[in-house]
């Protein structure tokens, strides 16, 4: 059984930075994309970010280029998400989702796994 925990929202003041975490257990971490999504009140679930297997390929929406940085470490089974620069728009639960190819997807019906969020809050 895949689980993924997510961790480090908080309430940030607009301009300043979180970092997000996201622990995978049950299965081959290092096998699979990772990606993180939000969801604001009243809003469907949008994609951020993206990372494949290796780290070595990442997409992002255009929403947060330049701001957001996902990575992870495959040794502790983690996935990551740095915010900078954050906007109150940015205001949202965060997901992490994981599925099962190798390769980042935007699409949050092609991942099969879901934390469970982690809130968000950047005031203004």
């Known amino acids: 059984q895949v689980q993924l925990v997510e961790s480090g929202g908080g309430l940030v003041q607009a301009g300043g930075s979180l970092r997000l975490s996201c622990a995978a257990s049950?299965?081959?971490?290092?096998?699979?994309?990772m990606g993180w999504f939000r969801q604001a009140p009243g809003k469907e679930r949008e994609f951020v970010a993206t990372?494949?297997?290796?780290?070595?390929?990442?997409d992002y929406a255009d929403s947060v280029k330049g701001r957001f940085t996902i990575s992870r470490d495959n040794a502790k089974n983690t996935v990551y998400l740095q915010m900078n620069s954050l906007k109150p728009e940015d205001t949202a639960v965060y997901y992490c989702?994981?599925?099962?190819?190798?390769?980042?997807?935007?699409?949050?019906?092609?991942?099969?796994?879901w934390g469970q969020g982690t809130q968000v809050t950047v005031s203004s």
């Open positions: 989702a994981t599925h099962v190819r190798a390769y980042g997807l935007r699409f949050a019906d092609e991942y099969n796994y």
């Open positions: 049950g299965r081959t971490f290092s096998r699979y994309a």
């Open positions: 990372i494949n297997w290796s780290g070595g390929n990442t």
